[in-house]
């Protein structure tokens, strides 16, 4: 094994926290990764992995040299790519929202992979906290502020909000036209996924943010159960306007108090500070912000 096939090596047991993983991400033998590692502790002469039953971490040592690596390595793909005018390569592991993947980039994805046909994409889905660095994964496409420091967050789109409900839900409740004729009103609940907590709908009057919780029949944690059980008429529902757009044209749903929206949701891609960004990593989310950007309205563009 040369000296960068061990450093990819080791960053990727660092980073997963485990020989087997790690194997198994590169496509070696766990024997081979195991060997590979004490060659290159042999060879620069220090510990840099901390090897319990269950688990590996880095030495202070081992933690610089990562850093080293991360720099190096990433110095190497550029350059090389600069003077041969290759194109970025290899695998790139994203997590991303379904719903915002169906809708904005899997439409587009065959002629990303036509143009960079060297890159394979494994694509993790949900919207839960995931440890990037520990779980390999190279970047997260989530919606919302980042909540995360350690995470560097480049902003490539804005979702305009608003308030929506079934014709049934209407001809039974009536149509509010003030934030005042919620009283009457009932919501379909939804979970936050970081607390579990119900969520209030959420309204922008005069500039100023307002927060309501109504009676409740129906939650769930899920966007999916959310907009059907809306569909169904249990309730007043949230959510972005593009995932509305047939249903408003074809008259199944309804959008309410459009004069008092909810705040726009930013779309962030997520990556972690101690990485510097990839060829394939910045060539997918600059394709990906362009994807948002011609699918959405100009007014809802990053």
Sequence with gaps: MDR???MRLFLRVVERRSFSLAAQDLGLPRS?????VKQLEARLGVRLLQRTTRQVRPTL???????RCLSILA??????AAFTGAKPKGLLRVNVHGILARSFMM???PHFLAEYPDIQIHFGEGDRFVDLVREGV???LRVGQPADSTLIGRRIAVLAEGTFASPAYLRRFGTPRT???LESHRMVGFLSSATGALLP??????????QVTLPVTVSAAGAEIYFAAARLGLGLIQLPRYRLVDDLAAGTMVEVLADTPPAPSPVYVLYPHSRQLSPRVRVFIDWLAAEFAARLPSAEGG
Aim: aromatic share 8%.
């Design 138 to 140: 190279d970047c997260v």
């Design 4 to 6: 960068l096939d061990a």
């Design 61 to 67: 040592d081992g933690e610089a040299y990562y850093q």
């Design 32 to 36: 081979t990764a195991t060997e590979g």
């Design 201 to 210: 709908l959420e309204f922008t009057a005069d500039g100023v943010p307002r």
């Design 75 to 80: 110095d190497i793909e550029e350059a090389e």
């Design 107 to 109: 439409p587009g994805l």
């Design 179 to 181: 934030l005042d004729d």
